[in-house]
């Protein structure tokens, strides 16, 4: 089985400064990682995507994450955020072994990011 | 319309109530989901139709019932809820061989 950790549950930062949300997972086999936003009274938007490649993959909105392994993190990164960037963000993660039928997603309990004027 | 699209948006109901809450995607995919988003709490997974069988059914309660009539459309059909039952619920689709699932805006129960 799977497992994500979201290390924070919220994370205050003013405006134009850098934030970093944190993300671990547990898993006995490859995964592939994903970041969603989720803005008030709406669903989930894919931010971005880790499966294979650079371990360095950037993202909507001017995000990035690093993939590491040994650490097992994929860590959410910004290094000038806006105040239209409040909002809360899911880490994700699905495991190589689904096969067949529809893959699934595990996902953390989430980060709430609020921008500060 | 484009993306996932979740109708009604906000629903009221009471515990003796039936309700559909209906998702259709205009992406081409073909697998579809409905998740329960709860204050405080992850998101926890109901249901999972690929190529419109059922392939999860995470210990849902039975006052929940899912239904696939194609690989556009999901419904979930709801009675006799409960107020714990008062949540955010969301729906997503797939392409089945690839990973990253697109979510409609969420329907806002509220049961009474």
């Known amino acids: 089985a799977q497992s994500v950790t979201q290390l924070d549950s919220q994370v205050p930062v003013f405006e134009e400064a850098p934030v970093e949300l944190r993300c671990n997972y547990s898993?006995?086999?490859?995964?592939?990682l994903f970041w969603y936003v989720q803005y008030p009274n709406q669903g989930l938007q894919l931010l971005l995507k880790?499966?294979?490649?650079?371990?360095l993959v950037k993202g909507i909105n001017g995000f990035e994450a690093e993939f590491n392994k040994s650490q097992t993190s994929f860590h959410l990164r910004k290094p000038s955020v806006h105040i239209s960037d409040t909002a809360e963000y899911f880490c994700?993660?699905?495991?190589?072994?689904?096969?067949?039928?529809?893959?699934?997603?595990?996902f953390g309990s989430g980060t709430q990011l609020t921008v500060l004027p | 319309e484009t993306g996932v699209t979740q109708t009604p948006r906000h629903l009221v109901m009471g515990m003796t109530n039936k309700k559909s809450l209906k998702c259709e995607q205009h992406?081409?995919?073909?697998?579809m989901y409905w998740y329960k988003q709860s204050a405080k709490k992850p998101l926890e997974l109901m249901f999972v139709?690929?190529?419109?069988?059922?392939?999860e059914n995470n210990s849902v309660p039975s006052r929940f019932s899912p239904e696939c009539p194609n690989s556009s459309h999901l419904f979930l059909h709801l009675h006799t809820l409960q107020p714990e039952d008062s949540a955010l619920y969301l729906c997503?689709?797939?392409?089945?061989?690839?990973?990253?699932?697109?979510f409609g805006p969420g329907t806002r129960l509220t049961v009474t």
């Open positions: 994700a993660v699905s495991d190589l072994r689904s096969s067949g039928s529809a893959r699934q997603l595990t």
């Open positions: 898993s006995s086999v490859s995964v592939y």
């Open positions: 997503a689709s797939s392409q089945e061989t690839r990973y990253e699932q697109y």
């Open positions: 139709y690929s190529l419109e069988e059922r392939v």
């Open positions: 880790y499966l294979s490649g650079s371990t």
């Open positions: 992406l081409g995919h073909n697998a």
